[in-house]
T-cell receptor, first 116, second 113 residues
């Protein structure tokens, strides 16, 4: 149980285009999902917290107009990188927290974004 | 604010050696502590967690960790490592009342056959 999927696993896009990444909780309902960014050989940095049906909360320094997050249902959150640039190339990981379970997060496999 | 320090950036061991990876956190209140593992090319997996009770926590694959409140530490241990333990290990903390996980910088573990 507690499986989180991400799609796509890898994406290459041209500079200036937008890319959407999906995060789904497959066998549980997730009122809260988190989006992280991981640079090579570095730790995970929290970008934003999304709650179903409300606006995402962004961490300091994360541009909310560039990284659009939508948590439209209890099993799906999306991250859209708008007008992507090469410096946005990174590994994006989502996690989901099951309803009623405050401190446990289940992680997706990540999405490797390369902007050329 | 909560923070996590992992002082060992890269550890290289031979198979069957004993392992201890350090993790220290800074937060004076109640915390929940986690160790995650990321095998090459795979996603983060939970190794073990501490919420309350016995400070010695046993996880999957023979790993254990001990919460020492007075030292603000949650070190990961394994008595005899295997080549398959080669991975990146992350310590993480959530402070009581906070929903955000804070990760340490990670320790890369390389096991030599």
């Amino acid at each position: 149980g507690a499986v989180v999927s991400q799609h796509p696993s890898r994406v290459i896009c041209k500079s200036g285009t937008s890319v959407k990444i999906e995060c789904r909780s497959l066998d549980f309902q997730a009122t809260t999902m988190f989006w992280y960014r991981q640079f090579p050989k570095q730790s995970l940095m929290l970008m934003a917290t999304s709650n179903e049906g409300s606006k995402a909360t962004y961490e300091q320094g994360v541009e909310k107009d560039k990284f659009l997050i939508n948590h439209a249902s209890l099993t799906l959150s999306t991250l859209t990188v708008t007008s992507a640039h090469p410096e946005d190339s990174s590994f994006y990981i989502c996690s989901a927290r099951a309803s009623g379970r405050t401190y446990e997060q289940y992680f997706g496999p990540g999405t490797r974004l390369t902007v050329t | 604010a909560q923070s996590v320090s992992q002082h060992n950036h890269h550890v290289i061991l031979s198979e069957a050696a004993s392992l201890e990876l350090g993790c220290n956190y800074s937060y004076g209140g109640t915390v929940n502590l986690f160790w995650y593992v990321q095998y090459p090319g795979q996603h983060l997996q939970l190794l073990l967690k501490y919420f309350s009770g016995d400070p010695l926590v046993k996880g999957i694959k023979g790993f254990e960790a001990e919460f020492i409140k007075s030292k603000f530490s949650f070190n990961l241990r394994k008595p005899s490592v295997q080549w398959s333990d080669t991975a990146e290990y992350f310590c993480a903390v959530i402070s009581f009342g906070n929903e955000k996980l804070t990760f340490g910088t990670g320790t890369r573990l390389t096991i030599i056959p």
